[in-house]
């Protein structure tokens, strides 16, 4: 994997904060920011926390150059005592987090992070860009693959992503989410997401004919034989020529796995058309693959009008999130400690409602029934503690007069330390274990949450005592 060590990739105004805390003798202090969004892109019910592991890989290695301290005192501004402070940079707080794969929702911290002021200041660009890019891929994907239902979901989007990074950690987000695998090969050599891929139009165009192109490719990759069968026509030549090419190549070799692709047409009429083909030539086990400017609805659509699709391969719409391409994460400070250690809650006050901060060191606790799927979440003050034994009061913190009483429950506390003084604590599970937790943890979820259209507005509570420190903090300001 590439250096992942960009201490400059910072907004410049997190330098000139921590350099006037370092000045004023505020540096030290330790203060605690949340990483937490407003809303769900696309209107949707639930998002689907990523990036983790490569704010992990920034963290452990983070350190300046003498060209990047250079470069900082030719600003002119910088003091230094913090130029001195950034020679000797390490990590040295504490991080918790919700595992990569979980359900989240608005108003949750995904990642807290307790450090020296000078420290965690400096650290926000990045972890936003991290959390915010992977978490939003990963919740596309995750609508695109549950569109599918059951079908296999390819990322196709390397060419059309914003950039080297959004190419390969987006598939790496969007196999957790539950995509089968993707065309770009380095994500497959870094994370071990699967990368395979068939041929363009290109290919059957050095042919002389396009039974040559698809013979030839069917000799040389005898096992993996997918087709693309509308460079010409797709009925009339593409899925005939390809029969031709299986029958006189795979099957006398005993092969039955094979399979053909669409990237153009109506890929509803097209493929009730091939699959009736392919099975009169007794091809029953040839898979029809589409790809195409396609996203959950169109997906949805097709399935719903009968096609015979047996696999999706999604691009642009999906790498870039092209409904919705930005996650609105963002990186507030909640907390202080006072020379005495005493966390002292902090809050950002806002016209705008939705912007008022939720103040205090938390943790998450999320809710299941009997049955297993999620009731709610309670966001409570981190010394907190949910005793699922007893009887708990939920309610609504904007509406406090609707209250719910849960009885038969399991709490689970949803965020774990990631680091402690610097050092990571985490053992940070494997791809394919990230991705099976994905769809575990998606599985709790009923059904009205999950839906495109309108979903159920998952409940997520404040406690009464974060509440009550909450409401206090707005009066007083």
Known sequence: MYDRNIP???DYYEYTMSNGYEEFGLGDR??????????IPDNGGFAIAAGLEQLIDYLKDLH??????EFLRSKGIFGEKFLNFLKDFRFTGDVWA?????????GEPIVTIRARASEAQILETFSLLT???????ATKANRIVRAADGRTVLEFGSRR???????????????IAGCGGTACTVTDKWYGVPASGTMAHSWVQMFDSEYEAFKAFCELYPT???LLVDTYNTLKSGVPNAIRAFKEVLLPKGITKCAIRLDSGDFSFLTRKARKMLDDAGLKDCKIVVSNALDEWLIRDLLDQGACIDAFGVGDNLITSHSEPVFNGVYKLVAMEDPDGKIVPKIKISENVEKITTPHFKKVYRLFGPDGMAIADQICVHDEVIDD????????????WKKSLLTDFTAKELMVPIFKDGKLVYDMPPLDEIRKYCREQTDTLWDEVKRFANPHCYYVDLSKELWEIKQDLIRSH
């Open 30 to 39: 330790i203060v605690y920011f949340d990483i937490f969004f407003r809303r």
């Open 131 to 137: 959390i915010n890019h992977q978490t939003l891929i």
């Open 8 to 10: 400059l990739l910072c």
């Open 161 to 175: 992503a914003q950039g080297t990074d959004a190419a390969i950690l987006g598939a790496r987000a969007a196999y």
């Open 389 to 400: 034994s007893k009887p708990l009061e939920i309610f609504d913190p904007d509406v406090t």
């Open 98 to 106: 919700i595992p990569e794969g979980t359900p989240v929702f608005p």
């Open 64 to 69: 300046f150059s003498e060209s990047d301290i």
């Open 224 to 226: 993996n034989a997918t």
